[in-house]
């Protein structure tokens, strides 16, 4: 029996092998996040009127509820992605689905950095624009599950949450590397240079980012709960049709569990900002910096969180994050609104907290939810269902609420109602924590 189904005691040193799983979860979804906010980001701050130029000087507010659609767009596909992934990922194994979905969000994130305006190719740009879109999205489906089973299943049985919690911290670290690059290149050239070429330069590093994290995965060895179920296995298996069979209700459970953290995390990375500057009036780069250092506090306390769970269980520290965010959803804008640099971080910030909680957990819950031999599957199209109910289309929501409303107030009751609904569904799981993974 490998390490990571054994009872660890509590002086146990880690592992030069855990240490690199750890390592390569975190930086693989570091980066693989920060391409996908890389995006998110420029689509509140300038592909509106870079690849939407008619509609941007027609209409303004339209084109930029149609540059938030774009990031929904690309949520679409992930449930292939995590179909395609989760399939593969349980028959030929986590690390070369981990190394292919990376290279793949890679290559489709540096491409978005070359491409040609609306003034250069015309309405082929846009439709390139969600091509490539559409390639971050298949690569994120994959991505997630095969990063999270690898820490899971690699830990030991009283530390899940917490190694599980590595994966995700990679979400709020790589919005803490794309709203920082944001911040740097915006308060280091003139706001003309970087809407003319100076918005391509985050794409483009992801090609360095993306070697560094091909390094540091092809070093790590295959999950031992997967290698032990190979060995238990006498013949092939059909994990998808046995999934379908058999976890219809864990899927479409950890889809519910995801809707509000997801919404509500999309906001923070795509809304927030947009909202101050453009709706508020608030000088760019404080908001960016303000933005980046409250994502720390995400960081800090989705690690708390995974931490939290092996002490009072994945279920009641979900519980408690969703509580937090729906108390804390309207309440936030008001403070948004004084366009006060301060408030703006403190309502930031509070929020992480709930978002933490609900979202470092989430790792170990969903692997400990699902039998071995669908397991990758099982949480990989859960969570990419979760993303389409949740984040998919939430900014754009949010945009058009204000647009409809014209109060910034009406945003948060719609977070507060996502929190009830996915505070429903996590109640309704049998606490899962310390069960056997190979079972």
């Known amino acids: 029996m490998t390490s990571a189904v054994s009872e660890p005691t509590s002086t146990?040193?880690?592992?030069?092998?855990?240490r690199r799983v750890l390592a390569s979860t975190l930086v693989g979804t570091s980066i693989e996040w920060y391409d996908f906010f890389i995006y998110a980001?420029?689509?509140?701050?300038?592909?509106?009127?870079?690849f939407l130029a008619p509609i941007a000087e027609s209409s303004p507010g339209l084109a930029q509820v149609l540059s938030f659609a774009t990031i929904g767009i690309s949520f679409l596909f992930r449930p292939l992605g995590a179909i395609i992934a989760g399939h593969l990922g349980d028959k030929l194994g986590r690390k070369r689905m981990l190394v292919f979905t990376l290279i793949l969000m890679g290559l489709s994130t540096s491409l978005?950095?070359?491409?040609?305006?609306?003034?250069?190719?015309g309405i082929a740009a846009p439709i390139l624009l969600i091509a490539l879109r559409i390639l971050q999205g298949f690569s994120a489906g994959g991505e997630w599950g095969g990063a999270a089973l690898m820490a899971v299943e690699h830990a030991p049985r009283g530390r899940r949450g917490?190694?599980?919690?590595?994966?995700q911290i990679g979400v709020p670290v790589g919005m803490i590397l794309a709203t920082a690059t944001l911040w740097v290149?915006?308060?280091?050239?003139?706001?003309?240079?970087?809407?003319?070429?100076?918005w391509r330069i985050p794409f483009l590093l992801s090609i360095v980012l993306i070697g560094v994290g091909y390094l540091i995965r092809r070093a790590v060895d295959e999950s031992p709960i997967f290698e032990e179920l190979q060995r238990r296995r006498k013949e092939a298996s059909a994990p998808l049709g046995i999934l379908f069979r058999k976890n219809t209700k864990q899927v479409v459970l950890t889809a519910l569990i995801f809707i509000a953290n997801n919404a509500a995390g999309y906001l923070l990375i795509a809304f927030f900002a947009t909202y101050a500057v453009t709706g508020l009036g608030m000088e760019r780069p404080p908001v960016l910096l303000a933005t980046t250092l409250a994502s720390f506090g995400w960081l800090i306390f989705t690690l708390w969180g995974g931490h939290l769970s092996d002490r009072l269980g994945r279920v009641r520290t979900f519980q408690i994050g969703y509580v937090a965010l729906a108390v804390?959803?309207?309440?936030?804008?008001?403070?948004?609104?004084?366009?006060?640099?301060?408030?703006?971080?403190?309502?930031?910030?509070?929020?992480?907290f709930a978002l933490g909680l609900s979202y470092g957990p989430q790792a170990a819950l969903y692997a400990e939810m699902f039998p071995a031999n669908v397991r990758y599957s099982g949480v990989s199209i859960g969570y990419a269902l979760g993303a389409i109910l949740g984040g998919a289309f939430a900014p754009m929501i949010a945009e058009a609420l204000l647009n409809q409303f014209q109060a910034a107030w009406t945003i948060g009751?719609?977070?507060?109602?996502?929190?009830?609904?996915?505070l429903i569904a996590v109640s309704l799981v049998k606490e899962t924590k310390g069960v056997d993974l190979l079972s």
């Open 413 to 422: 009751l719609y977070i507060a109602i996502a929190s009830v609904i996915s």
């Open 41 to 50: 980001q420029a689509a509140g701050l300038v592909l509106a009127p870079l």
């Open 185 to 198: 290149l915006t308060t280091s050239m003139s706001a003309e240079a970087f809407l003319e070429w100076g």
């Open 12 to 18: 146990r040193r880690m592992p030069a092998e855990e």
């Open 328 to 352: 804390w959803a309207v309440p936030m804008w008001f403070l948004i609104d004084t366009a006060n640099i301060f408030w703006y971080f403190v309502a930031l910030f509070v929020m992480t």
């Open 162 to 167: 917490l190694f599980g919690a590595f994966p």
């Open 112 to 121: 978005i950095g070359v491409l040609p305006t609306y003034a250069a190719i």
